[in-house]
């Protein structure tokens, strides 16, 4: 296989002829697929360590390597954030704000050192936040790694003052039950609240005794963010409503303008009444036992009218693109929202084998707004990006990807694309070894997405496409 520019030109791959999620022959069930598109797939050979390939309408035109202290192989890239003309990227060890002013040319403008993994990152005017799920000994960025079962243990969410962004000002931190995996910003008055996904409750952990099928919502007043505190613990599943291995939810994506919520909460998908954010409201759960290992994340179109859910099966450690493996399993669930119901319309999931030592399956996305059609760019680790259409629910159609071969031809190195997203005419990467990429889309049929503009951009705080001005209604005063 030859390096980078090795293209399949109009390559689209469709899925079809899948039964429903409630259909009995869903354990055994495979993705029918686009003739001509399979055919192409078929002549395209899996990539060695060091090559990339592409269709031609999606191009790799920067790349920044990591950088020290985040340049060695146990430092995980994370999610990104965009605010104006930067990117904020997470990483198990801290963050780093880019320049991307020229996206072509993209520069680090600083990197901060604070330990928290995952380090799951958002903005709001002034303000960053950082999700900590890991025990530290406590609350600083010179902690290191604490006991579950001690009392002086810190995991939750930390805030920065991000006024003068080439010195990021740590403010203060809120403790949160099982600490914070994932966190989504909605926006509140004179407030931001934070809704807090954690899970895995252990009666070893102090602060993360079972039962926990709840979320966290802290409230961060503007004018004064180090006086941000937990304001309620609302269950998601009370008594045994929940399935057995629902312990919380992984994360939640809110569409603020629409007053609903989406969540992925390991067994179930959700939706919720968000009219008052202080207060959610569960309004309808949906479960795929045959199918669905792990429910992992959520995007709403621009509607409202469908959501699309992702399987992280394997946790994302594992080589889930392989031909072992249904086209059902670590893929994305489609389902339109009827009457305020979840109804199950399709499964979505690449279509190309990877290695063994490639961790490859659904993770995290973000829609390209495209005026009329509802088009997706989504990570799928060292799978790769692919940008999709799900305009036609039970038909999800590829239109452009993008992939890396694999780190080692030896041995499963973590790695791959962990977040993408359309941001203001280029996809953006945070890609969890190789550090952060910018991408052109080119599509014809794309093109009007570029008309859109964002100020701010977080992608669980997902905005409409005429609200594209930005999230935050107003700056913070950053101290407090």
């Known amino acids: 296989m030859a390096a980078t520019g090795v293209l399949v030109a109009g ?9 429903s999620a409630a259909s009995d022959d869903d354990a055994t069930s495979t993705t029918t697929v686009d003739a001509e598109a399979a055919e192409a797939a078929a002549a395209f050979d899996i990539l060695e360590p060091g090559e990339t390939a592409s269709t031609d309408n999606l191009e790799l035109v920067a790349n920044l390597q990591k950088q020290e202290p985040f340049d060695t192989e146990g430092a995980y890239n994370s999610d990104i954030a965009f605010q104006g003309k930067h990117a904020f990227v997470g990483n198990y060890n801290g963050f780093t704000v880019y320049d991307i002013s020229n996206a072509k040319k993209p520069s680090i403008v600083t990197t901060v050192v604070c330990p928290g993994a995952q380090n799951d990152i958002t903005v709001y005017g002034d303000l960053l936040f950082l999700s900590t799920d890991s ?7 010179d902690s290191t790694t604490g006991q579950a079962n001690n009392p002086t243990m810190w995991e939750g969410m930390k805030i920065w003052d991000i006024s003068d962004i080439e010195n990021p000002e740590y403010i203060t931190s809120v403790r949160t039950a099982c600490g914070s995996h994932t966190h989504t910003l909605v926006p509140d008055g004179d407030s931001v609240l934070i809704y807090v996904s954690s899970y895995s409750p252990s009666v070893n952990n102090v602060y993360c005794q079972p039962p926990h099928d709840a979320i966290s919502i802290i409230d961060v007043p503007l004018d004064s963010p180090t006086d941000a505190e937990v304001i309620d613990v609302p269950v998601l599943f009370p008594g045994d409503t929940g399935i057995a291995r629902t312990s919380g939810c992984h ?4 569409y603020p303008e629409l007053d609903l919520a989406a969540g992925a909460c390991m067994g179930d998908g959700i939706l919720m009444d968000i009219s008052d954010p202080r207060s959610p409201v569960v309004t309808e759960r949906v479960r795929d036992i045959e199918n669905f290992a792990f429910w992992h994340s959520a995007t709403f179109n621009n509607d409202g009218t469908k959501v699309v859910f ?4 394997g946790g994302g450690g594992g080589a889930t ?3 072992a493996l249904r086209a059902n399993q670590g893929a994305n669930g489609i389902y339109d929202i009827v009457d305020g119901q979840l109804e199950f319309r399709s499964y979505y999931k690449i279509p190309r084998e990877n290695t063994t030592t490639e961790n490859c399956v659904a993770h995290n996305g973000s829609l390209v707004p495209v005026n009329g059609r509802d088009v997706m760019v989504q990570s799928w680790y060292q799978g790769g990006i692919s940008v999709f259409d799900f305009t036609d629910s039970a038909n999800p159609v590829e239109l452009a990807w993008f992939d890396r071969g694999p780190l ?13 997203a359309w941001y203001n005419g280029h996809i953006f990467s945070s890609d969890i070894q190789q550090g952060f990429d910018v991408l052109t889309l ?6 009007s997405a570029n ?16 609200d594209a001005p930005g999230q935050s209604k107003g700056k913070s005063k950053g101290k407090g």
């Open 11 to 19: 390559m689209s791959v469709g899925l079809a002829s899948i039964p």
């Open 135 to 141: 025990v530290r000994s406590d609350d600083s960025c």
């Open 251 to 254: 994360d939640i994506t809110v």
């Open 310 to 313: 992702t399987d992280e099966l």
């Open 321 to 323: 693109c392989r031909p």
């Open 408 to 420: 080692s031809a030896d041995r499963l190195i973590l790695g791959g694309t962990w977040s993408s």
């Open 442 to 447: 080119s599509e014809p049929s794309l093109q």
């Open 451 to 466: 008309g859109v503009k964002y100020k701010e951009f977080n992608a669980q705080t997902q905005p409409s496409y005429q």
